[in-house]
């Protein structure tokens, strides 16, 4: 299974929880708008991180790489 994720804060993701559910409840159709109102950077170094290792893995460093901003300076 894949994921994708934001990093925002709570009310971010509060934000983001609303708009989800406005979206299942709108008209086909509908345009949807949510502006997430915090970054989550703050939260890094609390234990809400600590199973997250600070260095990518080889399929994080993969992805990164395929990309078109690729500008990491990391050997392969």
């Known amino acids: 299974m894949e994921s994708e994720g934001i990093l925002t ?8 929880w609303a ?3 406005t ?3 709108a008209p086909e159709g509908s ?5 997430l109102p ?3 950077e703050r939260y890094l170094s609390t234990p809400l ?8 893995n080889e399929e994080e460093l993969e992805i990164a790489r395929s990309t078109p901003s690729w500008i990491l300076d990391l050997e392969p």
């Open 49 to 56: 991180f600590d199973s997250i290792d600070a260095d990518m």
């Open 31 to 35: 345009v949807i708008v949510a502006m």
């Open 19 to 21: 708009a989800i559910e």
């Open 38 to 40: 915090d970054t989550g």
């Open 23 to 25: 979206a299942k409840k």
């Open 9 to 16: 804060g709570i009310s971010g993701g509060a934000t983001m």
